[in-house]
């Protein structure tokens, strides 16, 4: 997830936030010490609040850490690899490198989480039973994790695609009937009327109850769910487009350039003649660098005559392919690292470049071809 900040390493998984997360821990602080926790426990002091407050914020992102981090074990103890466990506004999200590709593979992975959660919530009722003084904040905190852990655990149970619920119902549908085309169409179809109806209630909660900050936030959710659910659809088919296409179908040979070249000449003879937008670099027909329209338009025009290309091009990071490639391969590269095209090499040498652009074209050809052709069957 982009915008995020690396804090900590668990069983070589990296843990980060995202610049939401800070947004979300502010937000639930304020509502403990000033709602929650004044409402259930009166009598105690504004520092004794807020410092219990923040506290429990703490620990709930720490449970939320946990259930994110059993989904992360169980996929690689099935063999998948996880990047890392972001914490966000709406919780925390495991980085797979792939997709499960098994029912059992999905289902395992997805119930993990809602049950570490229910444990969590047993956990904390346990502890708290075992504290005479029910008023203080020790146990105020306990009540509250063991509570908030036990919701958790029953929203992320209910069958709305991409809730771990959502993964369970796809990953049951994928088993039954075989097809994990038709068991997302079919959760995320379920998921979408899930995020609509937490839309319509937030609606409800802000004209008839007054809750104006929580209907919005129900409301926000659901929103949320809605669009996963649709992008979920979408990668699917987007895979499915991609998948047995290698870079060499699509790539394209284009013109290279000379380091020692200026940068008008990228502008004249390239850019403009050829309509492209990044130029590899070789020399000795090696690649050792790309130049883009990005890179040419931070030099003042009136030294374009007078720069060569080395001075400006992107030496490192090079993200790179090989003809034989997937073209999965080369959208995973251009997604991770948000780029627009990665260089293709064939031992050493420049066979050319794949773009953002080259991929769509194709994805949309392929679309229209199925259509056509199902068309001429009928």
Known sequence: MKSS?????????????????????????????????????????????????????????????????????VARARGMSVNSITLFIFGGVSNLEEE??????????????????LVLAAVFWGLLQTISNQDAPLPAMLGYLALVNLILAIFNFLPGFPLDGGRVLRSILW????????????????????????????????????????GIWIAFI???????????????????????????????????????????????????????????????????????????????REKWAKTAVAKIMTQNPLYTVSPDDSLQTAMKLISEHDINQVLVNQQGQCAGLISRADIISHIQLSQELRIESSISRK
């Not at 390493?9 to 502010?26: N, S």
């Not at 593979?105 to 959660?117: D, N, Q, R, Y």
């Not at 990044?278 to 020399?283: G, K, M, R, S, T």
């Open 100 to 117: 499960p590709e098994k029912p059992k593979t999905e289902f395992a992975m997805a119930i993990v989480g809602p049950l570490t959660s």
């Open 175 to 214: 088993g039954t009937m075989g097809s994990l085309r038709k068991a997302t169409n079919i959760s995320a179809t379920i998921g979408r009327f899930f995020g609509w109806g937490l839309i319509a209630l937030g609606v409800l909660q802000m004209l008839f109850a007054g809750d104006f900050l929580g």
């Open 222 to 300: 659901g929103w949320f769910i809605s669009n996963a659910a649709d992008a979920s659809r979408m990668e699917l088919t987007l895979r499915e487009h991609l998948s047995g296409v290698q870079v060499k179908d699509v790539m394209r040979p284009v013109e290279t350039i000379s380091p020692d070249a200026t940068v008008e000449e990228v502008v004249l003879d390239i850019f403009r003649m050829h309509r492209g937008r990044a130029v590899p670099v070789c020399q000795d027909s090696k690649t050792v660098g790309i130049i883009t329209v990005t890179d040419v338009k931070e030099l003042p």
């Open 5 to 73: 900040v690396r804090l900590f390493r668990i069983a070589e998984i990296d843990i980060g936030i995202h610049y939401t997360w800070i947004f979300i821990f502010l937000l639930i602080s304020l509502s403990l010490a000033q709602g929650f926790f004044p409402r259930q426990y009166p009598g105690w002091d504004t520092v004794t609040y807020w410092i219990t407050g923040v506290i429990a914020a703490l620990a709930l992102f720490v449970s939320v850490l946990l259930h994110e981090l059993a989904h992360s074990l």
